[in-house]
């Protein structure tokens, strides 16, 4: 369905070091670096798309977050869930939703919230019940 998400983001470095730890939880492989842009991508798996990327938004404008917009990560377990919310707090994310149930989506739908460091929303989500 979707080629790419793009994130705009204030402070590339600061940036990095928040995305990569996540993507890194995620197991999303980092696909490219340009620092003088500056923009960074990471691949689906199996890849090559979708793709998400931030950057410095193109039009060279400041960034804004916007409200109402949110990019939503699939993980592959609820404890995947756990340590990728944990991560992103860890590495200056902003906890706008804890982990846990939100039977009023599905009643497997487990999931977590957080800004990035310039205030984007990113989701968690395990939409697996559990095994038994």
Same mark, same amino acid.
């Given at each position: 369905?979707?080629?790419?998400?793009?994130?705009?983001?204030?402070?590339?470095?600061?940036?990095?070091?928040?995305?990569?730890?996540?993507?890194?939880?995620?197991?999303?492989?980092?696909?490219?670096?340009?620092?003088?842009?500056?923009?960074?991508?990471?691949?689906?798996? !199996? +890849?090559? #798309? %979708?793709?998400?990327?931030?950057?410095?938004?193109?039009?060279?404008?400041?960034?804004?977050? @916007? &409200?109402?917009?949110?990019?939503?990560?699939?993980?592959?377990?609820?404890?995947?869930?756990?340590?990728?919310?944990?991560?992103?707090?860890?590495?200056?994310?902003?906890?706008?939703?804890? !982990? +846990?149930? #939100? %039977?009023?989506?599905?009643?497997?739908?487990?999931?977590?919230?957080?800004?990035?460091?310039? @205030? &984007?929303?990113?989701?968690?989500?395990?939409?697996?019940?559990?095994?038994?």
């Amino acid at each position: 369905m979707f080629s790419h998400v793009f994130v705009g983001v204030s402070d590339f470095d600061r940036a990095m070091a928040f995305y990569r730890p996540v993507m890194e939880a995620l197991g999303l492989p980092l696909r490219f670096v340009e620092a003088e842009r500056p923009w960074a991508g990471w691949q689906s798996t !199996p +890849g090559p #798309r %979708p793709l998400f990327l931030i950057g410095r938004p193109f039009d060279g404008l400041a960034h804004d977050p @916007g &409200n109402g917009q949110m990019t939503a990560f699939l993980a592959g377990s609820r404890e995947q869930v756990d340590r990728v919310h944990a991560v992103a707090l860890a590495h200056g994310g902003r906890c706008d939703g804890p !982990p +846990g149930l #939100r %039977p009023h989506y599905h009643p497997d739908y487990y999931g977590a919230y957080v800004r990035d460091p310039d @205030g &984007n929303k990113l989701a968690v989500a395990c939409h697996q019940a559990l095994p038994g």
